[in-house]
């Protein structure tokens, strides 16, 4: 049986006991589906609300605790390195517990953290506290992605991978809209606070809402044939185009919504928090995007979708090099857009490519995704404080390049753009 996937054996059976062969996963529109993307949907408020919840206040917390705009990013980087390097043993531990455990686990240790962070003494405390943090929310990402390519029919598996993607951007968003009015009222620990209490009804929605996993079997291997597996997936080029893309898309997604923050409240605009705030509502533009590119990689295929998804990020980000704020919220929208079609369809494809270890192939996707976060997403701020934000835009652009350069050459063939 290959190691951490089978499909044949429900979650709570016997080493010995065999499952019917035939079950295929749940079909759109069944019942079981429906909870599922609904129970998916609320582990991503829970996640993504607290991994950003500083986000939209990040000028407030610098202010505050008078940090520069570089290490009031750090509350988001480190929370983002927690869950980067934390992915890979959540992910071996799903495969001896199972998913739906495992998920578990995870989302309730981070809120119970995401309810300590308001409390932090100093500025050192806080960035602590948000390591911690990500390092629970480490169990949700890539488990999900495993769960769904088990639970799901193969023929709805990138559509119910689009609608997971696309109840992440609704958490990020309700986040970052909460944390704006509530920090400028009352400051950032309060943003924070609120945040965790709407992860929190998430959480138990979570738990209410996710049904037993079917398509599970323990896994009885050991952590050398684990690290076996973690090595034919790092040898295989077509999953390390799509771990560049995670990389690379991530870390200047993260970068664009860090700064364009500070951006726009200084000087021509001096925008308040709140008005801020109010540009994360372009992850609305993500939530459709990310279902509607999974629903056009039948008729298109994956790397045409994905190519259309780099392009119109690309594309949006230069309309942010403008000094008219129609134009970069425009453009912001569209560059969102495109961000989350491209994402959307990199995570599902990294299930479809893993025949065997998929929890790890989605585990590498993910710490490829939140290394760039926190690497690239705060190397921005260097270039933000040292050049400004055209340079910004601009590098970022250069990203969204490479990777469509790189998805293009390694995905050729209308054989591999259909897969």
Partial sequence: M??????????????????????????????????????????G??????????????????????????????????????????????????????????????????????LLVPLSASFGMLLVLRLLEGMALGGI????????????????????AGSYVAGTTLGGLSGRLVAGPAGELWGWRSAALAVSLL?????????????????????RAGFRSATRTLGGHLRNIRL??????????MGGFVAV?????????????????????????????????????????SKYGRRNVLLGGLALAAGGLALTLTSSLVLILTGLVVFTGGFFAAHSIGSGWTGAIASTGRAQAASLYNLAYYMGSSLLGWAGGLVFQAWGWSTLAGAVIVLACLTAATVA???????????
């Fill in 141 to 160: 990402p890539a488990i999900a992605i495993a769960y769904l390519n088990e639970e799901v029919s193969k023929a709805h598996a990138a559509l119910a």
């Fill in 257 to 297: 919504y860090n700064y364009l923050g500070f951006r726009l409240s200084g000087a021509p605009f001096g925008l308040p928090a709140t008005v801020i705030s109010l540009i994360f509502l372009a992850y609305l533009s993500g939530t459709f995007s990310s279902r509607w590119a999974a629903g056009m990689t």
């Fill in 199 to 219: 992860a929190t009804l998430a959480a138990v929605a979570f738990l209410v809402l996710v049904p037993r996993a079917r398509g599970f079997v323990p896994a």
């Fill in 2 to 43: 290959p190691d951490g996937y089978a499909g044949l054996m429900p979650q709570n059976a016997s080493p010995g006991t065999q499952a019917s062969p035939a079950w295929n996963g749940h079909p759109k529109g069944s019942r079981s589906y429906g909870r599922i993307l609904a129970g998916l949907s609320c582990a």
């Fill in 240 to 249: 390390l185009a799509l771990y560049a893309q995670a990389f690379l898309m």
């Fill in 45 to 114: 408020v829970a996640t993504f609300a607290q991994l950003y919840s500083t986000q939209a206040v990040l000028p407030l917390l610098a202010a505050d605790l008078q940090v520069t705009a570089a290490e009031a990013a750090l509350t988001i980087s480190l929370a983002t390195v927690g869950l980067a390097a934390t992915v890979i043993p959540w992910s071996f531990l799903a495969d001896r517990i199972g998913r739906v455990k495992a998920m578990m686990w995870g989302i309730s240790a981070a809120t119970v953290l995401g």
């Fill in 409 to 419: 050459v390694v995905h050729s063939g209308p054989e591999t753009a259909a897969r």
